[in-house]
């Protein structure tokens, strides 16, 4: 399957996905590990790969993507599909061992692709990858989690938090990070000058503070160092918090009013990063025991996933159904997907941090 027919057809099946879990996880129709997966492992992850595979030629200024690419998000939609059966039917660790087997052997092919790619490259490269390949990082460690929850059973519900934290903040968060500073400037055909800056000097903040908030968060430290975990948490949730507003604030700064039009992509991405430092304050909350858990990973999905993943398919849906030079065709497409774009990355974030509090 042509690659720039993969992409399309996995955004639109990565939207369906969440749209299903979060009317899963709203209504306790399903069980919460069935919802999530059904969100991340099946939906988001191939959608990530594959996109990935995307932007790194342009990040590399290397050639089109070949089958070492786009055959990861394949990998990974089987992965995806494994857990999803396992979670929908007897939680089989076995099937659940060999998903996240699949995924990670999906995630570690793509890194190796990339790395080859910037080995390759000519000139310096784009800070964008850097993220990129610390979101794979921690993809992998959350997969090798799952790996070793059979031969831990004692630490079983410690490394079940590490693998949703690294999943969540690391994999998802990391990459939505990197590719949003860049996406929403050129959504608005704007320059941001301070843009490779920021990529360059604040993955080491957003990476440190996932860290901290996966091991301060999951019980994993030490008996002599528990009562370290809440505070390390805290601290990671500031650091990463810090890193979003300083995104959010240069967004501001720079292009003001354009963030709040009715239409468009870049209100629909400026909502889901909101969405993104909202229930990073209310998982903050919930550490300190202020709110329980399972509200928030809907609040995840609907104020920080939906915007994100249908702002950036509207803009980028056109380019991959048709490749190259930009016209009519494009605008128009675009023009249509677009509509009501900031009237609905608000609802979204508004309807996903209220149903995080109930």
Known sequence: MPRLTLLPLLAIAALISLVAAGVMLVTAQATPQLAAHLAF???VMPL???????FVPVLTRSSHPTLAAWGPPLLALVGGALAVGAFATNFSPTVLGIAALVALLAAASLGGWMLARARHMFGPRHRGLDWYLAALGFLLLALLAVVLMPWFPAQRGGLRLFHLHANLLGFVGLTALGTL????PTSLRQPDPEVATRLRTDLKWAAGG??????GASSLL????AALGPPLALLGSGLYGYVVLRMLSAWKTRFGTALLRADGVAPSLAA???????T????AAHGAGWLPARPLVAGFVIAFLLPLVSGAASHLIPVWLRPGAQGPWHDALRARLVRWGGVRGLLLLLAGLVLSLT
């Not at 030490?222 to 160092?225: D, G, I, V």
């Not at 889901?272 to 909202?278: F, I, N, R, T, Y």
């Not at 990073?280 to 998982?283: P, Q, S, Y």
């Open 272 to 278: 889901a990063a909101l969405g993104l430092l909202g």
């Open 41 to 43: 492992a099946l939906g």
């Open 222 to 225: 030490p008996a002599s160092l």
């Open 48 to 54: 990530i790969l594959a996109a990935m595979g995307y």
């Open 280 to 283: 990073l304050v209310l998982g």
């Open 210 to 215: 996932t860290l901290l908030i996966a091991f």
């Open 181 to 184: 500073q860049v996406l929403l």
